[in-house]
């Protein structure tokens, strides 16, 4: 693998909590790569909402697909820079891992419950706790055992933890940004789902074609294109090509930006990207400002739309009643969860529950604790 000098080398690796010997064919990062796929939370994504549920058809991504896509495009943009991609590829099967059920809603409601009282919830330290306690697979340490650099990137891909706020993640230099593999990640992500929500959005013809038109300029110019030049192909395979074209162009000016960025700031290795006065890796502002248009009009046509937030509400709204009862009958939960939660802080151990569950499994856990009358229609 012909790498960048800014790139992460796995050689350089900071390692693994426990120690172990190399594996003779494969990079310390291609290890933590497969480990993260073999995973059972991995495998929960499959049945986890990206953001259209399944009443509407068969064909939208869920979390795993959306992963799978976030890491293909991850791959591309990380081989272009001339960076690790076995590095970029594993971030990106990660970064979603610790998502709860039902997506963002899902997310913003056990934050919710948590801070009454006193605590939080954020999917990408919960991530961390995943790959580090909950995942027991091998006889010889807890977790995955997985790199520094990938716990690292896991928790500070796509924000950054103030150090004063964060103590327990001092061993993560919060003063330091990841390297370039990491920061591209929240970027491919969005790229990723910017895109895809308009193609999940026209399958469930929840999208008015006009109005995307009128709306996002990025998206109007392509399609225009695409019509001129194929005017008598089929309008759905026209909108396709349309978005295929628009997230070339995204993933295009990250890969032109960012190695812009790092040529202008002159580093030369991962430690120098970790001291960069700011992140490099991101978007054009032309490119930044068009990507900020699709964003806008996704969330106030797609992701606001009635039907969207009518399974959404009714969703959440299982969770949080989930919630309360297992906080007040502990026991009903399996054995291990139930004895944890008499020796440690109670809710933080419901929030853990919670959030491995899949959507349909908190669904049937809602049925049977309170009826068919009061769950979520999904």
Request: proline share 5%.
């Amino acid at each position: 693998m012909n790498l960048a000098p800014y790139a992460m080398h796995a050689e350089n690796s900071r390692g693994r909590r426990f120690s172990e010997p190399p594996h003779p064919y494969r990079s310390e990062y291609a290890r933590d790569r497969d480990r993260i796929i073999h995973s059972r939370a991995f495998r929960r994504l499959e049945a986890k909402t990206q953001v259209f549920t399944t009443r509407f058809s068969d064909h939208f991504r869920n979390r795993l697909t959306h992963t799978l896509e976030v890491s293909q495009i991850a791959r591309t943009v990380a081989a272009a820079l001339g960076l690790n991609t076995e590095l970029a590829e594993a971030l990106a099967l990660a970064h979603d891992v610790g998502h709860p059920p039902f997506g963002h809603a899902g997310e913003e409601k056990l934050d919710e419950l948590m801070r009454a009282h006193g605590g939080f919830f954020d999917h990408n330290l919960h991530a961390l706790r995943i790959v580090e306690q909950f995942e027991q697979r091998y006889l010889d340490f807890p977790g995955l055992n997985l790199t520094f650099e990938v716990r690292e990137g896991i928790i500070k891909h796509s924000r950054d933890y103030p150090g004063d706020k964060f103590p327990q993640l001092a061993e993560y230099d919060l003063g330091l940004y990841p390297p370039l593999e990491a920061q591209i990640i929240d970027w491919v992500d969005e790229i990723a789902y910017n895109t895809a929500d308009l193609d999940d959005a026209r399958e469930a013809r929840l999208l008015s074609l006009d109005v995307l038109l009128r709306e996002v300029p990025l998206f109007a110019e392509h399609y225009a294109a695409v019509c001129s030049a194929y005017p008598d192909a089929p309008d759905k395979l026209r909108f396709n090509e349309a978005i295929k074209r628009v997230l070339d162009l995204l993933a295009t000016d990250l890969i032109e930006t960012t190695g812009q960025n790092v040529a202008q700031s002159a580093a030369q290795s991962a430690a120098e990207i970790r001291k960069a006065p700011s992140r490099l890796a991101g978007l054009s502002a032309e490119a930044g400002a068009r990507n900020a248009e699709l964003k806008k009009f996704l969330q106030a046509h797609i992701y606001r739309h009635p039907a969207i937030l009518d399974d959404r509400i009714r969703s959440v709204r299982c969770l949080e009643e989930l919630f309360a009862f297992y906080l007040l009958t502990p026991d009903a939960m399996p054995p291990f969860h139930a004895q944890l939660a008499r020796k440690e802080t109670r809710h933080i151990v419901v929030c853990d529950y919670i959030a491995g569950m899949t959507d349909q499994f908190l669904l049937r856990q809602h049925q049977e604790r309170f009826g068919a009358s009061r769950r979520s229609v999904n």
